[in-house]
């Protein structure tokens, strides 16, 4: 079968000449992946760190992102690695958070980064219809006014999905 697609659509992450730490969970350790290579392109000397989170043992991804950073393992059930969420293994000195996982992590890596006064991009998950910014299904809330619905909302599907964490209410 044929299918129509449109794409590539919304922002993505801004590579930064600062040290990053990638923070994901879940389904956000691909896009991770991604851009652990984009920096190293970018920065081929720049010293990556990445932050997985994980349900337990049966992880994925590892050992790709091994090839561009040092990672740091998080499990819920303590099977491997720091028992507990990216949050609770996270202690460790950065330039700049990329983040992309589940809303409570990001939720917790908002309030650790701008506890630390450390800029964070967070790419955020929404259900989403039209994905150009036209239906408003997938607007977050956000401290400034958005020009377009003049409410305090941003469209995650065209402003974002990667937004500064200080941007938006979680
Ligand atoms: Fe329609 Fe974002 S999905 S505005």
Redesign the pocket.
């Known amino acids: 079968d044929t299918v129509k697609i449109i794409g590539p659509l919304g922002n993505g992450f801004t590579i930064k000449d600062k040290k990053p730490v990638l923070v994901a969970g879940g389904i956000g350790i691909p896009p991770m992946l991604e851009l652990a290579k984009g920096i190293h392109l970018t920065y081929p000397n720049m010293e990556i760190t990445a932050v997985l989170g994980y349900r337990d043992s049966n992880t994925f991804l590892v050992e790709d992102m091994k090839k561009y950073a040092r990672v740091v393992i998080a499990t819920d059930d303590g099977s491997l690695g720091v028992h507990g969420n990216v949050i609770d293994a996270i202690n460790i000195e950065a330039g700049v958070f990329y983040a992309c996982g589940p809303a409570p992590m990001l939720r917790g890596l908002k309030m650790y980064a701008e506890d630390k006064g450390t800029e964070a991009q967070i790419s955020l998950e929404?259900?989403?219809?039209?994905?150009?910014?036209?239906?408003?299904?997938?607007?977050c809330r956000t401290k400034d006014i958005d020009e377009h619905s003049h409410v305090h909302n941003a469209?995650?599907?065209?402003d974002g999905p990667v937004f500064d964490s200080k941007e938006v209410e979680l």
């Open positions: 929404e259900k989403m219809a039209c994905g150009i910014g036209a239906c408003l299904a997938c607007v469209r995650i599907c065209k």
